[in-house]
């Protein structure tokens, strides 16, 4: 008989029981366990509770007769019960944690890692290549694009350029609401669902589990069907306008031309290579224009293989970073997405966007929340934390590089060359979200001071002596010198301390 193979809730396409290449068994029996410590572990978004529960309960449900569903209070406790002590194998997991869990376990064997493109042993020998340089992702990204032929023409970049940044960096079209692109893919629930969200009540109602922000109709792929009708429909129909405006910010228009993919590949219901394919498929066809395609293919092959390959290249102490020496914890209305308390504006919306809906896309996430974080001085550590808890795709490997590395600056530059922050000005100019705002992204003491504003330069003024020498921070860190109001300034922000802006 077969070993038995155990599927981690975030190991749910076809593609991890594909025999062969280090994978299971073929026909192996399948395990899988529900464990409710996880929950009690963390307070959750409510949304991503139910997406993840609701994606491992039909994923079994498909399997049938196969697998061994197991609700346990902990992993330990319904391996026991599965497996009785006889031996398992389970793909590479996705985070530090439960990689020295199953390593723990007598008679388990750790398959190598599914649902990436690039194996660890391939990056490794890459990052080698490069003694004391910097692993830059720009030139991650083109290995990659070249190791897998991917928007290639005859060894040379299709279009004739590998970024096409300059084309999709364009603020949002003057006096647009919404950016008029087809709705994206969205779900109906089902009985499974119900079963779901009717658990999540009892376990909340019973104690010992809370959760955070809601929990409306599910908005994210839970099974593959869905997940691939997701893709279709993005490829088919919100592809060709995504490149241009994925960097700007529309109130009304929270998703934008963004595909809403995330979710699905870090559930391991789709493949990243039959993504980028399908997207590339699409520019062969002249169904959507380089520059779109090329931005979403930096995005899966480039962005998300890079993040990964950095979380277990960097190592399990690289999340204590901090190198900027913040230690501010967050304060009470941001761990709540209580988005009513705040007046600013773009932070209200983009919080009110998590609070709803457990996402919101990476300009948000990178220029408004973690921007605020950094001006601040919370805890780099607590701000990943949050990170992981409240995005229906935040996992351990995709947030503590995106945070630590990029968000929050706290490796002191190992993995971006500067902090990545800005006053109210780039806000405006990418965004709607400055009109009708209390404050106004130009003035920086006062009581209309933009809290990005003053926070920027708050920040620049804090760190001086690091920034100053960072070539890329040398200008705007000598502007703090041509400020007449740099101590007034001082003394508003230290007044103003964590209290909502």
């Known amino acids: 008989m077969a070993t038995p193979h155990w599927l981690f809730g975030d190991q749910l396409g076809p593609h991890f029981l594909a025999p062969g290449?280090?994978?299971?068994?073929?026909?192996?029996?399948?395990v899988m366990i529900?464990?409710?410590?996880?929950?009690?572990?963390?307070?959750?978004?409510?949304?991503?509770?139910?997406?993840?529960?609701?994606?491992?309960?039909?994923?079994?449900?498909?399997?049938?007769?196969?697998?061994?569903?197991?609700?346990?209070?902990?992993?330990?406790?319904?391996?026991?019960?599965?497996?009785?002590?006889?031996?398992?194998?389970?793909?590479?997991?996705?985070?530090?944690?439960?990689?020295?869990?199953?390593?723990?376990?007598?008679?388990?064997?750790?398959?190598?890692?599914?649902?990436?493109?690039?194996?660890?042993?391939?990056?490794?020998?890459?990052?080698?290549?490069?003694p004391g340089q910097r692993l830059r992702q720009e030139d991650f990204y083109r290995w990659v694009r070249r190791e897998h032929a991917l928007l290639m023409d005859g060894g040379e970049p299709a279009g004739g350029r590998w970024n096409h940044d300059h084309a999709n960096r364009e603020p949002p079209p003057k006096g647009a609401a919404t950016l008029g692109a087809p709705a994206p893919y969205r779900p109906r629930e089902d009985g499974i669902d119900e079963e779901v969200r009717h658990d999540l009540d009892r376990w909340e109602h019973t104690?010992?589990?809370?959760?955070?922000?809601?929990?409306?109709?599910?908005?994210?792929?839970?099974?593959?069907?869905?997940?691939?009708?997701a893709l279709r429909r993005f490829v088919?129909?919100?592809l060709a306008g995504f490149g241009p405006y994925e960097d700007a910010v529309?109130?009304?228009?929270?998703?934008?031309s963004h595909s809403l993919l995330s979710s699905s590949l870090n559930l391991g219901l789709l493949a990243p290579a039959e993504c980028v394919d399908r997207a590339e498929a699409a520019w062969r066809a002249g169904r959507a224009p380089v520059n779109s395609v090329e931005g979403f293919v930096r995005q899966v092959a480039g962005w998300r293989e890079y993040v990964w390959q950095l979380y277990w290249y960097f190592g399990e102490d690289y999340r204590d970073r901090n190198a900027l020496g913040h230690r501010a914890p967050l304060p009470e209305?941001?761990?709540?997405?209580?988005?009513?308390?705040?007046?600013?504006?773009?932070?209200?919306?983009?919080?009110?966007?998590?609070?709803?809906?457990?996402?919101?896309?990476?300009?948000?996430?990178?220029?408004?929340?973690?921007?605020?974080?950094?001006?601040r001085g919370w805890d780099p550590r607590a701000v990943t934390d949050w990170f992981h808890r409240c995005f229906v795709d935040g996992y351990d490997w995709v947030m503590v590089p995106n945070v630590v590395g990029m968000s929050q600056y706290a490796d002191g530059g190992r993995m971006t060359t500067k902090p990545y922050t800005s006053g109210g000005s780039y806000v405006h100019r990418m965004s709607d979200l400055c009109?009708?705002?209390?404050?106004?992204?130009?003035?920086?003491?006062?009581?209309?001071?933009?809290?990005?504003?003053?926070?920027?330069?708050?920040?620049?003024?804090?760190?001086?002596?690091?920034?100053?020498?960072?070539?890329?921070?040398?200008?705007?860190?000598?502007?703090?010198?041509?400020?007449?109001?740099?101590?007034?300034?001082?003394r508003e922000e230290k007044r103003r301390g964590d209290a909502p802006p």
């Open 21 to 30: 290449d280090g994978g299971p068994e073929r026909g192996a029996p399948l």
């Open 34 to 130: 529900e464990a409710r410590s996880v929950f009690r572990r963390r307070r959750f978004h409510r949304a991503k509770a139910h997406l993840v529960l609701s994606a491992m309960r039909h994923r079994a449900a498909e399997l049938g007769d196969r697998v061994r569903y197991v609700r346990a209070e902990t992993y330990r406790e319904g391996l026991a019960e599965a497996l009785r002590g006889g031996p398992a194998t389970v793909c590479h997991p996705t985070s530090h944690a439960a990689l020295r869990f199953v390593r723990s376990l007598d008679g388990v064997s750790v398959l190598p890692a599914r649902g990436f493109l690039v194996p660890h042993d391939a990056f490794r020998a890459w990052a080698g290549d490069r």
């Open 207 to 229: 104690g010992g589990v809370r959760f955070v922000g809601r929990d409306g109709p599910r908005l994210f792929p839970a099974t593959r069907r869905e997940a691939l009708a």
């Open 236 to 238: 088919d129909h919100r």
């Open 250 to 256: 529309l109130a009304g228009d929270p998703v934008m």
């Open 333 to 375: 209305w941001f761990l709540e997405l209580d988005a009513d308390a705040v007046t600013a504006r773009c932070l209200a919306t983009v919080l009110a966007q998590v609070r709803d809906t457990g996402w919101t896309h990476h300009i948000p996430r990178l220029m408004l929340l973690g921007s605020h974080a950094l001006q």
């Open 435 to 490: 009109g009708g705002c209390a404050y106004r992204p130009a003035e920086r003491v006062g009581e209309r001071a933009c809290p990005y504003t003053a926070g920027y330069w708050a920040f620049l003024h804090r760190h001086r002596g690091r920034l100053e020498r960072n070539p890329r921070m040398a200008r705007p860190v000598r502007g703090l010198d041509r400020l007449p109001d740099l101590e007034e300034l001082l």
